[in-house]
């Protein structure tokens, strides 16, 4: 692709399709992201699968009012936190908001952290069987050692890979296993080409840090996520039907404060179990986008210049 220069924007028959941008939590796509949608005249799709919740606004970081005010963003606050989301939803949307971004002679620029939603809306997932209210309620009232237990056994692989402390994928895991017969991993490895495929000549960028820098940037932003009052949000939620929602309360940081709420553990206590949390998390985000998206790779040090990585991503 011919770099556009640095004061004008690049021309129609330069502009990418679609610009991919993932990463773990807190490192730093959101910005790339903001700055891309300047210089190419983007909109930001969100791959969040808990930005797409009403209210849940700090501890999703969601973009803030002034962000999104001056660049358009799509799949945020669609729906209440008692309400069901998934990939499925998630792929319909999105492809609705690429479409339509498009159709303004716009480059959509999806960007997030949800590994499984990227790889839905590119490459579809193999088949699996629906929910079973029945199976699944029996499920959740049996003793979460129980179901690892179970899983250990029919599904090694699964097992291995699986956040054993998220009750709601082990429960998912165990489910189709009961419903199809075959292990969750042989289900999962089923990727097949979407009927429907992403627009051509996507541009797909992954963003890492070290880790000392990763876990500084996510120690300071959950100190800043706090003093900006998730306590109180998350009570609000609570009010709204939050803890109703086993999706939107597997969001990370929610449980965490909630069982604070409920006089489980202290305020300092929850704030440092919410950064260890958030550490597992990004290193888990990371090895998934490592294995199964090809990405081309940003690493970002703590001197590095987000205006600057933008302007590369635009040169390239």
């Not at 501890?59 to 998934?86: C, N, W, Y």
């Not at 999806?110 to 088949?127: I, N, S």
């Not at 429960?171 to 992403?198: C, K, M, N, T, Y």
């Not at 120690?219 to 996520?225: N, T």
Request: charged fraction near 25%.
């Amino acid at each position: 692709m011919a770099a556009a220069s640095e004061d004008h924007p690049p021309s129609d028959a330069l502009l990418p399709r679609l610009v991919l941008l993932a990463g773990p939590t807190a490192v730093g796509k959101s910005a790339v992201a903001l700055r891309l949608a300047e210089r190419f005249d983007g909109e930001i799709i969100s791959v969040d699968s808990m930005q797409v919740y009403r209210g849940m606004d700090i501890g999703t970081a969601k973009p803030s009012p002034a962000d999104r005010g001056g660049v358009p963003h799509h799949l945020i606050d669609v729906v209440e936190v008692t309400e069901p989301f998934d990939a499925a939803q998630f792929v319909c949307l999105a492809r609705e908001a690429v479409a339509e971004i498009q159709s303004r002679r716009r480059v959509p620029i999806l960007c997030g952290g949800t590994g499984l939603y990227f790889k839905t809306l590119l490459e579809g997932l193999g088949p699996a069987p629906p929910a079973d209210a029945v199976l699944r309620a029996a499920l959740a009232a049996t003793p979460l050692p129980d179901l690892l237990r179970e899983l250990a056994e029919r599904d090694p692989a699964t097992y291995q890979r699986i956040d054993r402390q998220n009750p709601r994928r082990v429960i998912r895991a165990v489910e189709v296993i009961r419903l199809s017969g075959r292990p969750f991993s042989a289900l999962r490895a089923d990727w097949q080409l979407s009927p429907h495929p992403s627009p051509s000549s996507p541009l797909h960028y992954g963003f890492a840090r070290s880790a000392a820098d990763l876990h500084r940037r996510i120690e300071a932003r959950v100190d800043a996520m706090f003093r900006a009052g998730w306590v109180a949000e998350t009570e609000q939620l609570m009010q709204r039907g939050l803890a109703q929602n086993e999706t939107a309360m597997q969001a990370l940081g929610y449980r965490q404060i909630v069982e604070h709420l409920r006089g489980e553990r202290s305020l300092p206590e929850t704030i440092e179990r919410v950064k260890a949390r958030t550490r597992q998390f990004a290193k888990r985000q990371m090895t998934w986008f490592r294995r199964q998206l090809q990405l081309s790779w940003i690493n970002l040090e703590p001197q590095s210049s987000l205006e600057d990585v933008a302007k590369s991503i635009a040169r390239w």
